[in-house]
């Protein structure tokens, strides 16, 4: 059923409720999926004072924002009341700087970062585009995925000298790749480039049900729950702690270095979780890997899949 004027005038009276309000599956601690998190993820680095509702908890808030914001998918970002978009948008805002602007917050110009080549990375690079008039780029991503590329310099690329080679490093990639130490090592299946990124955050670790068992066993592992209720009423294990406020206020007054868990159903919700937890300063993050179903599967037959 469309809105009606109240209903209309009650999310028009939320939306304003707060400078900056974000409607999101999930709070801003934990979020339930990765088009949040991402958003999470840009709001931390322009402002702090932003205030999130979990669109998950209210049936009739998600459907009546869906209609109020004529936008069909979440997150939905207010400003100052004002709707400003979802993920992609307010990825592309961050991007070109008009985010930063609208919070009022200088964008820092990229420097070009100083980059270790080896002398055995160096030589590797020579013989890749010798007789040829390509370069060496490097590309690092949001997730700090390394990519070396072969090909034409882009615009806006730094050109960084090491060793007698030159490296051209995306502008995007600039921050990332600050201090990072590039070799040319053996690997198991011949030589290989490695790199050391001294920026690369702590990642989540998969942990695979029998393992987690053990850790569980010996009393060496937090474990989590990110579904809601109705889930874990369907199927649950039993050492598991909910992940409901109270949850979250116990987990977060545990140890930065303590061993935490986190599980779903199959391991997607789970991992963004996680990924959130390592942004507080956690270090030992685990996810089960193919969630309940697997633990099921491979652990205690006796927890019901559905």
Not at 54 to 83: C, H, I
Request: charged share 25%; net charge negative; hydrophobic share 40%.
């Amino acid at each position: 059923m469309p809105l009606t004027n109240q209903q209309r005038a009650e999310f028009d009276k939320l939306v304003r409720s707060h400078q900056t309000l974000l409607f999101m599956k999930g709070n801003r601690q934990f979020p339930q999926c990765g088009f949040s998190a991402t958003v999470v993820g840009i709001l931390d680095k322009v402002t702090s004072g932003y205030e999130t509702v979990n669109v998950l908890e209210d049936a009739s808030l998600r459907e009546g924002m869906k209609e109020f914001s004529s936008w069909p998918t979440f997150p939905q970002l207010y400003v100052r009341g004002e709707f400003v978009g979802g993920c992609d948008i307010v990825k592309e805002m961050y991007s070109s700087g008009e985010l930063q602007k609208l919070f009022q917050v200088d964008r820092e110009a990229p420097k070009a970062p100083k980059v270790t080549v080896t002398a055995a990375a160096a030589m590797a690079f020579k013989e890749a585009i010798a007789g040829g008039g390509d370069v060496i780029r490097l590309e690092i991503d949001a997730n700090y995925e390394c990519q070396l590329l072969v090909g034409a310099k882009e615009r806006g690329d730094f050109e960084v000298a090491s060793n007698g080679v030159l490296l051209y490093i995306a502008q995007g990639s600039a921050s990332r790749a600050e201090g990072i130490t590039i070799d040319f090592v053996e690997a198991p299946q011949g030589m290989a480039f490695k790199i050391e990124n001294p920026n690369e955050p702590p990642r989540v670790r998969p942990i695979g049900p029998k393992e987690l068992k053990a850790l569980l066993e010996a009393g060496r592992v937090e474990l989590f729950d990110v579904r809601p209720d109705n889930e874990r009423a369907k199927a649950s294990i039993t050492q598991a702690k909910k992940l409901d406020a109270e949850g979250q206020k116990y987990l977060l007054s545990l140890e930065k270095d303590a061993p935490i868990a986190f599980h779903c159903h199959h391991g997607v919700r789970s991992r963004t979780a996680a990924e959130e937890l390592l942004r507080e300063g956690f270090t030992r993050v685990y996810n089960l890997e193919g969630g309940i179903e697997a633990w099921s599967n491979q652990v205690d037959p006796s927890v019901p899949h559905y």
